[in-house]
Protein backbone atom coordinates (compact mmCIF):
# COMPACT_ATOMS: atom_id res chain seq x y z
CA UNK A 1 0.00 0.00 0.00
CA UNK A 2 2.90 2.47 0.96
CA UNK A 3 4.32 2.04 -2.90
CA UNK A 4 1.28 2.69 -4.32
CA UNK A 5 0.81 6.05 -2.17
CA UNK A 6 4.10 6.92 -2.68
CA UNK A 7 3.89 6.41 -6.67
CA UNK A 8 0.82 8.28 -6.88
CA UNK A 9 2.68 10.76 -4.72
CA UNK A 10 5.56 11.15 -7.01
CA UNK A 11 2.92 10.91 -10.32
CA UNK A 12 1.28 13.86 -8.93
CA UNK A 13 4.37 15.73 -7.73
CA UNK A 14 5.41 15.28 -11.33
CA UNK A 15 1.99 15.74 -12.84
CA UNK A 16 2.09 19.84 -10.90
CA UNK A 17 5.84 20.39 -11.86
CA UNK A 18 4.70 19.73 -15.86
CA UNK A 19 1.79 21.71 -14.80
CA UNK A 20 3.92 24.59 -13.28
CA UNK A 21 6.39 24.47 -15.94
CA UNK A 22 3.52 24.64 -18.63
CA UNK A 23 2.14 27.60 -17.13
CA UNK A 24 5.16 29.57 -17.03
CA UNK A 25 6.50 28.37 -20.05
CA UNK A 26 3.00 29.78 -21.35
CA UNK A 27 3.04 33.00 -19.11
CA UNK A 28 6.30 33.92 -21.42
CA UNK A 29 5.78 33.48 -24.27
CA UNK A 30 2.48 35.90 -23.53
CA UNK A 31 4.99 38.10 -21.96
CA UNK A 32 7.67 38.76 -24.82
CA UNK A 33 4.93 38.46 -27.24
CA UNK A 34 3.44 41.71 -26.07
CA UNK A 35 5.87 43.72 -24.33
CA UNK A 36 8.76 43.01 -26.91
CA UNK A 37 9.49 44.96 -29.42
CA UNK A 38 10.65 44.02 -33.08
CA UNK A 39 13.48 46.55 -32.55
CA UNK A 40 14.57 50.09 -33.03
CA UNK A 41 15.41 49.88 -36.71
CA UNK A 42 11.25 48.46 -37.21
CA UNK A 43 10.00 51.18 -34.65
CA UNK A 44 11.82 53.58 -37.34
CA UNK A 45 9.91 51.89 -39.73
CA UNK A 46 6.74 52.03 -38.37
CA UNK A 47 7.08 55.34 -37.68
CA UNK A 48 7.83 56.22 -41.12
CA UNK A 49 4.93 54.43 -42.86
CA UNK A 50 2.76 56.05 -39.73
CA UNK A 51 3.54 59.79 -41.57
CA UNK A 52 3.31 57.72 -44.82
CA UNK A 53 -0.54 56.51 -43.66
CA UNK A 54 -1.11 60.29 -42.12
CA UNK A 55 -0.11 62.27 -45.65
CA UNK A 56 -2.59 60.09 -47.30
CA UNK A 57 -5.58 61.56 -45.11
CA UNK A 58 -5.18 65.40 -46.28
CA UNK A 59 -4.90 66.50 -42.53
CA UNK A 60 -2.58 69.32 -41.86
CA UNK A 61 -3.33 68.95 -38.33
CA UNK A 62 -2.47 64.96 -38.26
CA UNK A 63 0.74 65.26 -40.44
CA UNK A 64 2.26 68.31 -37.80
CA UNK A 65 1.84 65.96 -34.78
CA UNK A 66 4.37 63.89 -36.08
CA UNK A 67 6.83 66.39 -35.62
CA UNK A 68 8.87 67.27 -32.95
CA UNK A 69 7.75 70.53 -31.62
CA UNK A 70 11.18 72.13 -32.76
CA UNK A 71 11.03 69.72 -36.35
CA UNK A 72 12.69 71.28 -39.35
CA UNK A 73 11.36 70.66 -43.04
CA UNK A 74 13.05 71.40 -46.41
CA UNK A 75 9.78 70.11 -48.44
CA UNK A 76 9.93 68.93 -51.92
CA UNK A 77 7.66 71.97 -53.07
CA UNK A 78 9.19 74.84 -50.91
CA UNK A 79 12.35 76.86 -51.65
CA UNK A 80 12.07 77.71 -47.61
CA UNK A 81 12.66 76.17 -44.99
CA UNK A 82 10.02 75.33 -42.20
CA UNK A 83 11.22 75.69 -38.56
CA UNK A 84 7.90 75.45 -36.49
CA UNK A 85 4.82 74.19 -36.34
CA UNK A 86 2.94 76.96 -38.34
CA UNK A 87 5.06 77.04 -40.83
CA UNK A 88 5.22 73.16 -41.14
CA UNK A 89 1.36 73.30 -41.25
CA UNK A 90 1.39 76.16 -43.54
CA UNK A 91 3.40 73.80 -45.74
CA UNK A 92 1.09 70.75 -45.75
CA UNK A 93 -1.55 73.10 -46.23
CA UNK A 94 -0.53 74.57 -49.71
CA UNK A 95 0.84 70.97 -50.99
CA UNK A 96 -2.70 69.22 -50.17
CA UNK A 97 -4.28 72.10 -51.87
CA UNK A 98 -1.53 71.94 -55.04
CA UNK A 99 -1.43 67.98 -54.87
CA UNK A 100 -5.11 67.08 -54.35
CA UNK A 101 -5.50 63.09 -53.06
CA UNK A 102 -1.60 63.11 -52.31
CA UNK A 103 -0.04 59.91 -51.62
CA UNK A 104 2.80 58.37 -50.92
CA UNK A 105 4.52 54.95 -51.76
CA UNK A 106 8.24 54.13 -50.27
CA UNK A 107 11.11 52.56 -51.95
CA UNK A 108 14.22 51.69 -50.60
CA UNK A 109 14.62 52.83 -47.15
CA UNK A 110 18.13 52.45 -45.47
CA UNK A 111 17.71 52.70 -41.41
CA UNK A 112 19.83 53.35 -39.15
CA UNK A 113 19.55 53.62 -35.68
CA UNK A 114 22.00 55.59 -33.10
CA UNK A 115 20.72 55.42 -29.43
CA UNK A 116 17.59 57.53 -29.18
CA UNK A 117 18.33 59.05 -32.66
CA UNK A 118 17.59 57.62 -35.76
CA UNK A 119 18.01 58.15 -39.81
CA UNK A 120 15.91 57.14 -42.83
CA UNK A 121 16.92 58.03 -46.05
CA UNK A 122 15.82 56.61 -49.44
CA UNK A 123 13.09 57.21 -52.56
CA UNK A 124 9.25 57.57 -52.63
CA UNK A 125 6.51 58.74 -54.76
CA UNK A 126 4.09 60.92 -54.49
CA UNK A 127 0.81 60.68 -56.72
CA UNK A 128 -1.90 62.88 -56.89
CA UNK A 129 -4.53 63.76 -59.04
CA UNK A 130 -4.37 66.40 -61.56
CA UNK A 131 -7.04 67.10 -64.37
CA UNK A 132 -8.89 63.72 -63.68
CA UNK A 133 -5.51 62.11 -64.22
CA UNK A 134 -2.62 60.13 -61.79
CA UNK A 135 0.14 62.20 -61.86
CA UNK A 136 4.02 61.18 -60.06
CA UNK A 137 6.67 62.95 -58.69
CA UNK A 138 9.60 60.97 -57.41
CA UNK A 139 11.22 62.35 -54.91
CA UNK A 140 14.31 61.37 -52.07
CA UNK A 141 14.47 61.86 -48.65
CA UNK A 142 15.68 61.72 -45.47
CA UNK A 143 14.35 62.09 -42.15
CA UNK A 144 15.97 61.89 -38.85
CA UNK A 145 13.92 60.54 -35.65
CA UNK A 146 14.19 61.04 -32.18
CA UNK A 147 12.32 58.67 -29.32
CA UNK A 148 10.15 60.34 -27.21
CA UNK A 149 9.08 57.84 -24.79
CA UNK A 150 7.50 55.90 -27.00
CA UNK A 151 6.97 57.49 -30.22
CA UNK A 152 10.16 58.30 -32.73
CA UNK A 153 9.13 61.82 -33.54
CA UNK A 154 10.32 63.37 -37.05
CA UNK A 155 12.98 66.17 -36.02
CA UNK A 156 14.27 67.19 -39.07
CA UNK A 157 13.09 66.22 -42.98
CA UNK A 158 14.20 67.06 -46.15
CA UNK A 159 13.03 65.95 -49.53
CA UNK A 160 13.57 67.00 -52.95
CA UNK A 161 12.85 65.69 -56.46
CA UNK A 162 14.49 63.48 -57.78
CA UNK A 163 17.10 65.00 -60.43
CA UNK A 164 17.21 63.21 -63.86
CA UNK A 165 19.91 60.93 -64.87
CA UNK A 166 23.07 61.60 -65.83
CA UNK A 167 23.95 60.16 -69.14
Same mark, same amino acid.
Given at each position: ?31 ? =? ?40 ? =? ?30 ? =? ?7 ? =? ?51
Amino acid at each position: MKSLHRRGGRNMRFRLWTSALRFVLAGSLLLT =GSVASAGPKEDVGAATMRWAQTLGQNDPDKVVLLYATDGVLW =GTLSPTVRADRAALRDYFVTAFKVLPGLKVTF =GEQLIRVYG =GTAVNTGYYTFSYIKDGETKTLPARYSFTFVKDGENWMIVDHHSSAMPASLR
